[in-house]
């Protein structure tokens, strides 16, 4: 067990190419960090050169207190789980799981307590025998993942290990994920772009975009109080809307005006955060769930407008309208009880306590 | 065959049509009927080339010299009483196995250092050690064989030049059979070369990676990785090799032809010289047939293995 720590990182391929572009990062002991982020946005890139199967252009990588830059990959004490699981065709389950192990020279009885417990915790005891290609793909993963608990390392890395299994099998094994990290606690750096898995799984989710990190939080915080655009348009589904607007100070109270003549209030409570941009462009955020039919409440912050939605979604358990706003498609969540069909005007509430005004330059939140 | 199929099904909306009266009709309209007609010339031309000649080579080989009688396996009882055909079932199997090792390990040295070579220069590199396999044996035995030449030789400048005293190649029959099996192992290592950089490229990367963090090193990534991985692929080249090299006439008639005193015959050298050149046509017929058996055998148990691992390892 250790803890895991990224010093002014960088990566640079040939012809100049930065995917990594200096980042920090502490992961402390016993932690569970997703690195989560588009594609090419050098998360995996990021995770590549804590294993070791990447050089570092410059900075630092520590395991354990010890800097590890020089150290190749089977010296680290870490354990990788890959997106196609690598495990070797040709060993059987038994082999593929105690093959670092025998590797390491351990005695064989050792060998077979350590592979037989993690069977055990990943229920695969009935599979020892087979070969790879006779497993399911779920089936597989838990052998990648077994192969990562025997060696009993100071930490777990995972490289997107659901993007190749089926829906379902994805959410049954994300659970098996949380619940194997729950039992051997081992630090564990994982790698994915899907934001469901890193809110579902995370301590810590870290938003990486363009080979640095956008922010470092707990999911409910990133959720909550995204510190820039792009997390706040990254985290959620559907995500955060953003529509133009214009803050504008009348009468001792902030205003936003948005598109088709729309006027809303600042809460007094962000009046004195917001003040200073007064007069300034600005992108109104507002998540889907805070945007929805004009419901009885007693929230203090609620202001209503006109809309026409364009495409409507019935989804069961919700239904998600559409409509545009000086070129912004703006989404909404309904009660799925409430009559709303395409071209017939709604009265839509909006929650402004969990608004967020962003700097369209800077792409900061305000 | 499946695939034949498969297309005549799709082809043919007669297939799906009601049933057809009498049994000649249904057996033409069957899928499989068609699938076989399809591939009658095929089989056709394996028949006309491989089968006829085989049964034919057979058969002549249980004839008298004159060919007038039927001898039953006397041809070949005589052979193996006969201390040449020993030699030469001896130098065959020299010949054929120390020339595939040779290939396979040189083939499988030069795959790795090609495949360890950037991707830029990799091809210029694979182009030039091919040209070996490129070049007509006749053709280039012919330049080794002015290298060896006893007056000419420019290995044996090149021997002088430093101080080593000049070598018979052809004449002296130990360093014949090595000129040989040497000549032969420059023509083919290329071919090992490209089966095993294509069979390198086939193993994913990330299973040297997966064993990279497992804790393999450079020796043990070949010994558990590459090889395992490569093993169909290295025992259907061998076998492939083996086969060819039993047969091999071209280099040897051109070196050596068979001597000094018969120290590098082989099988095919060896049927020339008594069927065709010495006209027992029943006799070389009979050497020709004794490198089947030898082969059948060790073809079966080389493909059951390979049928075995595919099995095993492919999803």
């Known amino acids: ?126 599979l020892l025998d087979r070969k790879p290609k006779a497993l399911s793909g779920g089936q597989r993963q838990r052998v990648a993942m077994g192969r990562a608990i025997v060696r009993d390392p ?46 579902t799984l995370a301590d810590r989710v870290v938003v990486m975009n363009q080979g640095i990190i956008e922010q470092v939080g707990a999911p409910q915080e990133l959720y909550h109080h995204p510190a820039t655009r792009f997390v706040a348009g990254f985290i959620g589904s559907p995500a955060m809307n953003f529509i133009p607007a214009r803050l504008e100070n009348g009468a001792g109270a902030l205003r936003m005006h948005l598109p088709n003549d729309i006027v809303l209030p600042v809460p007094a409570s962000r009046t004195q955060r917001y003040a200073p941009h007064a007069g300034r462009e600005v992108l109104f955020g507002i998540r889907p769930e805070h945007l929805t039919e004009v419901r009885a409440t007693d929230k203090p912050n609620i202001a209503t407008f006109q809309a026409t939605p364009e495409v409507v979604e019935p989804m069961g358990m919700e239904t998600l309208v559409h409509f545009w706003m000086q070129g912004a498609e703006v989404c909404a969540r309904l009660d799925p009880a409430v009559p709303v069909e395409p071209g017939r005007p709604l009265t839509m509430a909006a929650d402004l306590d969990q608004m967020h005004l962003i700097d369209p330059v800077s792409g900061r939140v305000l | 065959m499946a695939d034949g199929n498969v297309v005549m099904a799709r082809g043919m909306p007669a297939a799906v049509a009601p049933p057809q009266k009498g049994t000649l009709h249904r057996i033409a309209r069957r899928r499989s009927t068609l699938a076989f007609l399809m591939t009658l010339p095929l089989l056709a031309v394996i028949g006309g080339l491989v089968a006829y000649p085989f049964f034919y080579a057979l058969y002549l080989s249980m004839l008298n010299k004159r060919m007038t009688r039927f001898v039953g396996i006397d041809n070949f009882t005589f052979l193996l009483s006969r201390e040449t055909f020993q030699a030469v079932i001896w130098q ?60 000419y ?74 090889v395992p991985m490569m093993k169909n692929i290295i025992a259907i080249t061998v076998l492939f ?61 080389v493909l059951r293995d390979v049928t075995r691992r595919n099995k095993e390892m492919t999803g």
């Not at chain 2, 050497?287 to 030898?294: D, Q």
């Open chain 1, 1 to 126: 067990m250790a803890q895991v720590s990224l010093r002014k990182i960088v990566k640079e391929y040939e012809g100049g190419v930065q995917a990594v572009k200096g980042i920090d990062l502490e992961i402390a002991d016993h932690e569970f960090v997703v690195l989560v982020g588009p594609s090419g946005c050098g998360k995996s890139t990021t995770l590549r050169m804590i294993a070791g199967l990447e050089e570092i252009t410059s900075g630092e990588i520590a395991i354990g207190g010890q800097v590890v830059n020089d150290i190749p990959p089977r010296d680290r004490d870490i354990a990788m789980v890959f997106q196609n699981y690598a495990l070797y065709p040709h060993m059987s389950v038994y082999e593929n799981m105690g093959f670092g192990l025998t590797l390491r020279k351990f005695p064989k009885d050792e060998i077979r307590r350590r592979v037989e417990n993690a069977a055990r915790i990943l229920d695969i005891g009935n």
């Open chain 1, 154 to 199: 100071k930490v777990f890395l995972f490289d997107e290990p659901l993007s190749n299994l089926d829906a379902k099998l994805r959410v049954q094994m994300r659970t098996e994920i949380k619940k194997v990290h729950q039992t051997v606690k081992t630090t564990t750096v994982y790698v994915t772009h899907d934001q469901v898995e890193a809110m």
């Open chain 2, 92 to 151: 065959s199997v020299l010949f054929a196995v120390s020339a595939v090792i040779a290939k396979a390990l040189i083939g499988f040295i030069l795959a790795h250092v090609l495949h360890a070579l950037p991707a830029k220069g990799q091809r210029k590199w694979r182009g030039m050690l091919l040209v070996p396999w490129v070049i007509p044996p006749a053709v280039s035995t012919l330049a080794w064989w002015w290298m060896f030449d006893p007056s």
């Open chain 2, 153 to 226: 030789s420019a290995i044996n400048w090149v021997l002088t030049t430093v101080g080593v005293p000049p070598v018979a190649w052809l004449g002296e029959p130990s360093w014949a059979r090595f000129s040989v099996i040497l000549v032969n192992v420059w023509y083919g290592a290329p071919f090992f070369m490209i089966m095993y950089l294509a069979a390198l490229k086939s193993v994913p990367d990330q299973l040297y990676e997966a064993a990279a963090i497992d804790g393999a090193t450079g020796w043990q990534k070949l010994r558990y990785v590459t």
């Open chain 2, 241 to 301: 090799s083996l086969i060819v090299t039993f047969a091999n006439f071209d280099i040897v008639r051109i070196l050596t032809n068979g001597g000094p005193q018969d120290k590098t015959h082989i099988f095919g050298t060896y049927a020339f010289q008594v069927g065709i050149q010495s006209g027992d046509i029943p006799l070389g017929s009979a050497v020709s047939l004794f490198m089947f058996p030898i082969l059948a055998v060790f073809a079966i148990f």
